[in-house]
Structures are given as C-alpha cells and as structure tokens.
C-alpha cells in the first residue's frame, strides 16, 4: 500500500482528507487506483496524455517523479502538490 | 413586458448568480460558487431550463466540466470532460474548455465545447462525458488551422459554437486562428467561411484562413443573418452570400471597430450592439478615451449612434471579454456588460442608459442571461 499526501486543491475529491492510501507499482497505477477510490481525481493531475500537468508536482518520497512511468517502491509515498500558481 | 432574470457569470475566481425582480430593479447575488475556480463559461440548458454547465479548472489542476440538472441546488463533476483521445497524433491535451454550447432544439442532451488548445467536442448525455469531434480534431488542415504557436495571450482557442436553429447538421465555429469555419453535416467535415474578412497581422491581409473571430452571432429572426466581431474589425454576411461585409465602416474613425463581442436584437434583424475596444498601438483593449460606451446600429450595420448614459465619462477604462456582452429577451430588451474589473452594468432600455448592478467581483469572464427559472 503506497500512503498518499493530498493538496488543499485536491480534497474535494476525498472528502476533506489530505492523507490517503492507494495500490501501484508506479505512478500512473497509483493514480488510477486513487481515481477509482476518488473519481476524477487523476484527471486534474495529469493529462489525457499522460503527461503531469505544468502546475502539479508529483515526489516518490524526496525525489520528483517527471513522469507517470516512474516507479514507486511497495511502502513507499507519494506526494503531490499544487505547485506555484496563483494571484 | 419584462420579467424576472437571472445571471450566469463566470470569473477567473469562481461562478455567481445574480437574480432580478421582474421589473429588473433590484438584484440579489448569489456566490460565490466553486470559489477559485476559473470559469470561462457558465450556460443554461434552455431545452430543459434546470441543466447548468459550467466549463472550469483551477490554477493548478486540470480543465473540468461541473454540471447540475436541478437549476444549481446540487453540482457533480462531468464524469469524462472534454479531452483528446490518448495518443493523439498532435500530442495535444485539453487546458480548458472555453465555450459551452446546447445542442439544436430537436437532440436533448446534445452539448457542443470549444477548447484551448483549438478542439471541438460533443456530449450526447447533458454534458456528462464528451467526446473529440474527429471531423475537425483531426482535419488534414488541422495544424494549418490551429498551428501550435498561434493563439491568444491565453492560447490559441476555439472559441465559439453557433448551431443553426433550423438544421442541427448546420454549424458553424468561430476560432482565433482560422476565422469562421462551417459544417453542413454536424461536423464530419468543415470549410473556412472568411472571404473579404481581413487580416492585418499576416502578409497576405485576405486569406482563405487565418483570421481571429472574436464572436460570431446569428440574428434571432433571421439565422441567414450573421454577425461578426472579428480582430479586424466588425462584419456582416447575409448568406447564402460568401463575401463578409465590413460594417464597421461606418463606426467613427476615433472610435474604430475593433472589439471582442457582437449581441445582436431579439426581435430585430437590423439591430445590433458592440463595445468597442481601443486596438490602436499596443492595443490596450480598453474604452478608448477612458469613455465606455455601447454602439448600437439598427439598420444593419449602415451607421452607428453611441449610447454611454450612465457609464463614467472619464477614466473608465473598461475590457468587455468575448462572452461578458450579452442580452435578454424582454420588451424592452434588457443590455449586459461584466468588465474585467469585475463590474456588472446593465441597460433596460435596449441602451439608452446604464447602471452599475454589481462591483468588486474578479475578472469576469462571461456573463449570460436567462429567464429566472
């Protein structure tokens, strides 16, 4: 089970939780897994290209993911952030 | 006979609703809605009346359509939004959607969205999932029509949908990169519709395509009727003629016709208002002079008269976005501006005055108005 941090932008889709929890071997598994849990969650994040959205950053633990390919270790974290964007 | 109305408006910060009486004297608000939120477009089914669709992202995350079929007292996500199939050939991904369109009167549930980057899409079930319109996504001319390094500040966008009300094959789209283009199959295939539209920004300045259409409205009474604010100017085509009539013409020369939106008359094919933007040197986009004004014509497009009663008569340096201009249908027929200073004023005598009915909201996007429900 990988843990989860969740941005304030995000908690409409987990009813207010900024802590989840989601099964995946990588990225983009992890995603989908927390976009069957939270439906259109992994829409805002990443593209229909799979591409991670400009103003979303996405760590596996302390280092960046670039891509939704990346993996991620059993146990491990993941989080994601609004990244600067505002005004 | 005027009645009870309601505003749909969309800012770079959320959605609100503002409700009149039926005199449409005293307005309440109500918002702000989705908080945050950008919304380009806020639109009523005027089919069912109850389905409102709003065409949202944020900041951060990705575009997003949020729906309510019972008037707004409950709101869900669109279950897939408008995006292009995974692999598209031009790597393209939907930033967001800009226009909202109901289908024609004969398909329930029929919605049209234009998006940025340049995209059509069509829902078949009241906006819940979408699907990439392939006539025109995936056109030969495609990349000609939208090239990737053309568009707006905001990008390059499909920013208009107009339905024939009479034939639900026959379309038409405004764009910022390839002007009016037209379908007479309901989007299988499509034609640039631009002639003697001009084009001061290419070396060719009347191009087959190529033109930036701010805003494209049919007349109410007579859909063959079409009006055009374009980057270069104001246009009427009365089809089945090709050839656009450049109108603004007759608009004065320290006034100029350049402008982002066109609100034809209800009730009257020959009459029709804009809000005239400065488009000299840097092009501010701004009332020139620091003067707001509407500018009415009501022998189509022939001469011009200004109607700015009410409004600051000077430093008001007002911007009216493509979809912040709009009328309803009453008698008198009641005038709509948001600015993107985030004001709201309003005329109820069809332009001869104005007043100010909301301030200190954001930049307003869009304002639509329909009867209260």
New interface residues.
């Given amino acids: 089970m990988i843990r989860v941090s969740i941005?304030s932008?995000?908690i409409a889709y987990t009813d207010g939780a900024t802590r989840v929890e989601a099964e995946g071997a990588s990225v983009g598994a992890v995603l989908d897994d927390l976009d069957r849990r939270h439906?259109?969650l992994k829409?805002?994040?990443?593209?229909?290209?799979?591409?991670i959205?400009r103003?979303?950053r996405i760590f596996i633990g302390q280092e960046e993911a670039r891509a939704t390919n990346e993996p991620v270790p059993p146990g491990g974290e993941l989080l994601i952030f609004?990244?600067l964007?505002?005004g | 006979m005027t009645q009870a109305i309601q505003l749909l408006v969309g800012t770079r910060k959320g959605a609100w609703i503002y409700r009149s009486d039926e005199a449409r004297a005293a307005w309440a608000a109500e918002g702000p809605l989705f908080l945050g939120q950008i919304v380009n477009h806020f639109v009523r089914d005027p089919r069912d009346g109850r389905t409102l669709l709003m065409a949202a992202s944020t900041g951060h995350l990705g575009p997003t359509i949020l729906r309510s079929t019972d008037g707004g007292a409950t709101w869900a996500e669109a279950k897939r939004p408008p995006a292009f199939p995974k692999g598209d050939p031009h790597g393209r991904s939907v930033d967001h959607s800009f226009w909202l369109e109901p289908g024609h009167a004969s398909e329930p549930g029929v919605w049209w969205a234009g998006a940025s980057p340049p995209g059509l899409f069509r829902s078949a079930d009241g906006g819940d999932t979408w699907e990439s319109v392939e006539g025109l996504n995936l056109h030969p001319q495609v990349t000609d029509w939208f090239p990737p390094e053309g568009g707006t500040p905001d990008g390059a966008i499909l920013n208009q949908i107009v339905v024939d009300p009479r034939d639900a094959r026959h379309m038409y789209l405004a764009t910022c990169s390839a002007g009016v283009l037209e379908t007479t199959d309901q989007g299988a295939t499509w034609r640039p519709l631009n002639r003697n539209v001009r084009c001061d920004f290419l070396p060719d300045p009347y191009p087959e395509f190529g033109q930036d259409s701010h805003y494209l409205a049919l007349a109410p009474t007579d859909p063959d009727r079409l009006w055009q604010q374009n980057h270069c100017g104001i246009y009427r085509l009365d089809r089945p003629g090709e050839r656009w009539e450049r109108i603004g013409e007759a608009m004065p020369r320290e006034i100029g016709d350049i402008g982002f939106t066109i609100v034809p008359h209800v009730r009257d094919r020959d009459t029709a208002w804009v809000w005239p933007m400065d488009g000299t040197e840097a092009w501010p986009r701004t009332s020139p002079g620091g003067r707001p004004a509407a500018y009415r014509t009501r022998d189509g497009g022939a001469s011009w008269e200004r109607q700015d009663r009410g409004f600051p008569t000077e430093q008001g340096w007002f911007t009216v976005k493509r979809q912040a201009f709009c009328a309803d249908a009453c008698d008198p027929l009641g005038l709509y501006i948001g600015t993107t200073g985030g004001e709201i004023w309003m005329s109820g005598d069809e332009g001869e005055s104005w007043r100010q009915i909301a301030a200190h909201l954001p930049e307003i996007y869009s304002v639509v108005a329909v009867p209260a429900a």
Avoid: C, I, N, W
């Fill in positions: 941005p932008q995000l439906p259109g829409f805002r994040v990443v593209d229909e290209q799979d591409r959205r103003h979303v609004g990244a964007s505002g």
